[in-house]
Each structure stands twice: as C-alpha cells, then as structure tokens.
C-alpha cells in the first residue's frame, strides 16, 4: 500500500518561503502524476499544484508564479517550493499520490498524505 508523508510546514512571516516535501513509499513513485492540494478551516479541498511522471505541471491560479513543483524519482519525493507567501495561503497542505490530468484541471488520485499546516502570518 502506498504510504505518503508531508514534511517541512510552519509558521512564516508574509513575504517569506517554505518547501514541502512528500516522501512516497511502497509503491512505483516514477509513474505517479502527483499533487498538492490545500485545505483552509471552513473551505473546500483546492488543488495547488500537480506534476505528471513525464514532468508536465499545473498550478492554480492564485499560485502561478510564486510556487514550484517539482520532483525527484531517485528520492521518491515530491517538492512544493513556496515563495512570496501570503497570509491568504494559510491550511493544511496535503499530497496526493495517482491522480490524472483532465482537460484543465486535475482529478486526485485516492492516496493521500496526512497533511502538514503552512500559517503564513502578516
């Protein structure tokens, strides 16, 4: 079974940056799309940023610019870089493992990651 885990959320000052990680264990990570997605308190599950096997990336609107996807199949690990956050990008980040590009968005894949809090304070 696949196992996801989240690393490298906090607390950081508007302005400033973050990279998240997600480590992926048993399973093929190198044919994997993955994704980050965000939850804030009273809102829904929003995709942030997703990268196919092949490389390819999609990123929402609200971060295009400011956020990197990235990943390395040798570590099995997939990166989000965050930079110029902003207070409004304050949740739970959580990484989903097997999701699929669709026309133009991104269906999520049924694995997911426990989730890591980013509050990015004014």
């Known amino acids: 079974q696949v196992q996801l885990v989240e690393s490298g959320g906090g607390l950081v000052q508007a302005g400033g940056s973050l990279r998240l990680s997600c480590e992926v264990s048993?399973?093929?990570?190198?044919?994997?799309?993955m994704g980050w997605y965000r939850q804030a308190p009273g809102k829904q599950r929003e995709l942030v940023a997703a990268?196919?096997?092949?490389?390819?990336?999609r990123y929402a609107d609200a971060v295009k610019g400011r956020f990197t996807i990235s990943r390395d199949n040798a570590k099995n690990t997939v990166y989000l870089q965050m930079n110029s956050l902003k207070p409004e990008d304050t949740a739970v980040y959580l990484c989903?493992?097997?999701?699929?590009?669709?026309?133009?968005?991104?269906?999520?894949?049924?694995?997911w990651g426990q989730g890591t809090q980013v509050t990015v304070s004014s």
């Open positions: 990268i196919t096997d092949g490389g390819t990336t």
């Open positions: 048993r399973g093929i990570f190198s044919i994997y799309t």
């Open positions: 989903n493992a097997g999701g699929a590009f669709v026309l133009s968005t991104v269906a999520p894949g049924l694995t």
